[in-house]
Nanobody, 126 residues
């Protein structure tokens, strides 16, 4: 059983930056592709970014490409989401998730992910 704990959310003005962290425990971190998702009020949870176990492959939703960067530190069992040039439409609860997979595979598909964190709120004011 893998436990995921996100941190780093908060309130920021448009154009600002935040870095989210997700600490994993209870499993073999390098067995997982990690994903970031978000859910705004009244909307479905959506894919934001994914990074393979090696860190060699990343993939981003078009809405965040060029502004957000996913990275991971396998020695610390932690994955990060650096968010720059934030916009009010980025306001959401952000979740990290773990996808147990062998190899450098990305998934944008929510049901692929086996474990989820509790989420951290990101609010971007205009």
């Amino acid at each position: 059983q893998v436990q995921l704990v996100e941190s780093g959310g908060g309130l920021v003005q448009a154009g600002g930056s935040l870095r989210l962290s997700c600490a994993a425990s209870g499993g073999t971190f390098t067995s997982y592709t990690m994903g970031w998702f978000r859910q705004a009020p009244g909307k479905e949870r959506e894919f934001v970014a994914s990074i393979t176990w090696s860190g060699r492959r990343t993939y981003y939703a078009d809405s965040v490409k060029g502004r957000f960067t996913a990275s991971r530190d396998n020695a610390k069992n932690t994955v990060y989401l650096q968010m720059n040039s934030l916009r009010p439409e980025d306001t959401a609860v952000y979740y990290c998730a773990a996808y147990l997979v062998s190899g450098d595979y990305i998934s944008t598909y929510l049901p692929s992910y086996d474990y989820w964190g509790q989420g951290t709120q990101v609010t971007v004011s205009a």
